[in-house]
């Protein structure tokens, strides 16, 4: 076997990921980031779009805002986990400190919660 097959043999099976953020130059940088992880990736500018691709793709990893156009975030984290998706949910906002959200967060059931502007450390060990 040579070297190139081995690195392939070795390889994590690849992820996938959807983000849901309405900042489309977020979701830009995170999926190329998330995609060097040998992670695929898809995102969504609005919660109903979102909805639609965690339905598509079955994610292994949702990475959602809270704030978006057409909701709060926070409001779907229940939905997902009846659907039976989104068993790794990770919320991202930049409004942690109103109305608790962070503690809200957790309490719904998301994994983690990242305070914006996110780190790619913060994203690597998610993957």
């Known amino acids: 076997m040579n070297l190139e097959e081995e690195r392939i043999r070795n390889m994590k099976p690849a992820k996938r990921v959807v983000i849901i953020d309405d900042e489309e130059d977020l979701c830009l940088l995170l999926g190329a980031f998330l995609r060097k992880q040998n992670a695929r990736v898809d995102y969504a500018l609005t919660l109903k779009e979102g909805l639609l691709k965690i339905a598509q793709e079955q994610p292994d990893l949702i990475l959602l805002d809270n704030n978006l156009p057409d909701g709060m975030g926070i409001d779907k984290i229940a939905i997902n986990r009846e659907d039976g998706h989104g068993d790794r949910i990770v919320m ?15 309490a719904a059931g998301v994994e983690e919660f990242l305070e914006k502007p996110v780190s790619f450390a913060a994203i690597s060990h998610l993957v």
């Open 92 to 106: 991202m906002s930049a409004m942690s400190a109103m109305n608790n959200l962070r503690e809200r967060a957790l």
